[in-house]
């Protein structure tokens, strides 16, 4: 499996982006997908997850409410819908993913695939 995260940019606090992760073959039907966010000098985070056969989301506390992760299998992508944008958002972004449930999601250890990451800019 071969991810390709797209979708980042600049933007104004407030505002909103739309990242994708394209996996390159067919994902497990019972496999997790992940996006994760670094800032440089911090340790990486979860942001959200989603059971990709289940279709559960998960999402970590600073963006439920503002985030949403969805999917469409038959493009073989993930979404991340961001809005309500905050500078603190600010971040390289990931998808990730692995095979199994979506517990201990933001276990970044048992991700088998990643991305190779996209730029979102908040100023």
């Known amino acids: 499996v071969q991810l390709v995260e797209s979708g980042g940019g600049s933007v104004q606090a407030g505002g909103s982006l739309r990242l994708s992760c394209a996996a390159s073959?067919?994902?497990?039907?019972?496999?997790?997908m992940a996006w994760f966010r670094q800032v440089p000098g911090k340790q990486r985070e979860g942001v959200a997850a989603?059971?990709?056969?289940?279709?559960?989301?998960y999402y970590a506390d600073s963006v439920e409410g503002r985030f949403t992760i969805s999917q469409d299998n038959a493009k073989n992508t993930v979404y991340l819908q961001m809005n309500s944008l905050k500078p603190e958002d600010t971040a390289m972004y990931y998808c990730?993913?692995?095979?199994?449930?979506?517990?201990?999601?933001?276990?970044?250890?048992?991700?088998?695939?990643w991305g190779q990451g996209t730029q979102v800019t908040v100023s």
């Open positions: 990730a993913f692995k095979g199994g449930v979506c517990m201990a999601w933001r276990s970044q250890p048992e991700y088998n695939y």
């Open positions: 073959r067919y994902m497990y039907d019972n496999g997790c």
């Open positions: 989603i059971r990709t056969d289940l279709v559960s989301t």
